[in-house]
T-cell receptor, first 112, second 117 residues
């Protein structure tokens, strides 16, 4: 079992719709969870992070964390073509100091 | 805040030469920086954790004598790829944490694309 798992996609959503990106992780003691966006040929950009169960909203983005189910998700409301990118889930696992473990990413395509 | 720069943004070199990549935190001090490598259509692979004033910690399978890391100050870490070969061609990205929160978020530099001929 991979430590951080994501569906590779592509996930295709029409412009204006809600995109839902999911991530599961193996270490129940993981402490903080991150979503990064990576455009092709560019480096990752931090969108948001979450550390408590529940929802955290920032503009069009909402991160959801369920530690009991070891599941974290990212919702993108009113998806735009500029949101088309690969979304990486990263987890700070217990006992790894400040290291992040990354999933392989989900490619999102927002269609016109 | 939380800006990380890398230099150069791209480099082409001949096989057998060494290449140095610099990573700087511009508006904060970073006691820890990370070096990643990413091959086309693959995810990030952590190579090493760079700690200011001490030796880097390398991930399993990464040759420390080939990938030399120096973290000489709180704002600068360097990665030197020694005796580069075509299989070292990749996208090298550094990241740093600001330490402003306890949640270990990392901010990435723009990356350096290395091509070894």
């Amino acid at each position: 079992q991979k430590e951080v798992e994501q569906n590779s996609g592509p996930l295709s959503v029409p412009e204006g719709a809600i995109a839902s990106l999911n991530c599961t992780y193996s270490d129940r003691g993981s402490q903080s969870f991150f979503w990064y966006r990576q455009y092709s040929g560019k480096s990752p950009e931090l969108i948001m992070f979450i550390y408590s169960n529940g929802d955290k909203e920032d503009g069009r983005f909402t991160a959801q964390l369920n530690k009991a189910s070891q599941y974290v998700s990212l919702l993108i409301r009113d998806s735009q073509p500029s949101d088309s990118a690969t979304y990486l889930c990263a987890v700070n696992m217990r006992g790894t100091a400040s290291k992040l473990t990354f999933g392989t990413g989900t490619r999102l395509q927002v269609t016109l | 805040g939380a800006v990380v720069s890398q230099h150069p943004s791209w480099v082409i070199c001949k096989s057998g030469t060494s290449v140095k990549i610099e990573c700087r935190s511009l508006d904060f001090q970073a006691t820890t920086m990370f070096w990643y490598r990413q091959f086309p259509k693959q995810s990030l692979m952590l190579m090493a954790t760079s700690n200011e004033g001490s030796k880097a910690t390398y991930e399993q399978g990464v040759e420390k004598d080939k990938f030399l890391i120096n973290h000489a100050s709180l704002t600068l870490s360097t990665l030197t790829v020694t005796s580069a070969h075509p299989e070292d061609s990749s996208f090298y990205i550094c990241s740093a944490g600001t330490g402003r929160t306890s949640y270990n978020e990392q901010f990435f530099g723009p990356g350096t694309r290395l091509t070894v001929l």
